[in-house]
Structure formats: structure tokens, C-alpha cells
């Protein structure tokens, strides 16, 4: 049962940040989608994924 709240916690973390992060990025038009995908990676992988997807993002754009 711990593991059940410990992921729902993740989740709710994860979506969260990257919440935060597209409200802080809003004027510069890179946002990130919040969708299951994305959600679910950074829930797994942690910050550093989030940071990966960034870099990606200004590589791409």
C-alpha cells in the first residue's frame, strides 16, 4: 500500500513540476505538453528528465 501512495505521489509531483515549469516559460513559447508521456517520465526519472527534455526542446526549437 506504501508503494501504491509513494507513486500517486510522483505523479501528482511530477505533473506539478512540469505545471510550474510551463508557467514560467509561457512568454518564451516553449512549453512542455502535460500529457500521460511526459508525466510518466519525469515520474520515473526525476528531475534530471525534466532538464532533459528541456534541453531537448531548445535543441529542437
Not at 515549469?21 to 534530471?48: A, D, E, H, K, R
Request: hydrophobic share 60%.
Amino acid at each position: 500500500m506504501k508503494k501504491i501512495w509513494k507513486g500517486i505521489r510522483r505523479i501528482i509531483i511530477s505533473s506539478f513540476l512540469l505545471y510550474g515549469y510551463n508557467l514560467l516559460v509561457q512568454p518564451l513559447n516553449l512549453m512542455i505538453p502535460i500529457n500521460l508521456i511526459t508525466v510518466s517520465v519525469v515520474s520515473l526519472l526525476g528531475v534530471p528528465s525534466l532538464i532533459a527534455m528541456i534541453l531537448i526542446l531548445i535543441y529542437i526549437y
